[in-house]
């Protein structure tokens, strides 16, 4: 049984900084493509990071680059996203995900099968 639990959301001003953290329970998630995506009211989900089954390789959308950060901490089997210079446009429920086995990284939706139940990220101008 996989389970992926999303914490760390919360509120914060413009310019200001939250890590988002991701444990999963079942299988590593080092043998697995890892992705964060983000849904704002109205719109629809949205990539964010992905990070490679080998941790060496990670994508970001461009709307975050350079300020949003995603690692894993194989032996706590989490996964993070670290965000900074947070933007009013960066508001969204943030979602974690598990792609494929021993995967490179991914962008698309479909590419992920299991998701987190999401954590509310508001950013206040």
């Known amino acids: 049984q996989v389970e992926l639990v999303e914490s760390g959301g919360g509120l914060v001003q413009a310019g200001g900084s939250l890590r988002l953290s991701c444990a999963a329970s079942g299988r590593a998630v080092s043998e697995y493509t890892m992705g964060w995506f983000r849904q704002a009211p109205g719109k629809e989900r949205e990539f964010v990071a992905t990070?490679?089954?080998?941790?060496?390789?990670?994508y970001y959308a461009d709307s975050v680059k350079g300020r949003f950060t995603i690692s894993r901490d194989n032996a706590k089997n989490t996964v993070y996203l670290q965000m900074n210079s947070l933007r009013p446009e960066d508001t969204a429920v943030y979602f974690c995900?598990?792609?494929?086995?021993?995967?490179?990284?991914?962008?698309?939706?479909?590419?992920?099968?299991?998701w987190g139940q999401g954590t509310q990220v508001t950013v206040s101008s």
């Open positions: 990070i490679s089954a080998s941790g060496g390789t990670t």
């Open positions: 995900a598990r792609g494929p086995f021993w995967g490179r990284t991914r962008t698309t939706l479909n590419d992920y099968n299991y």
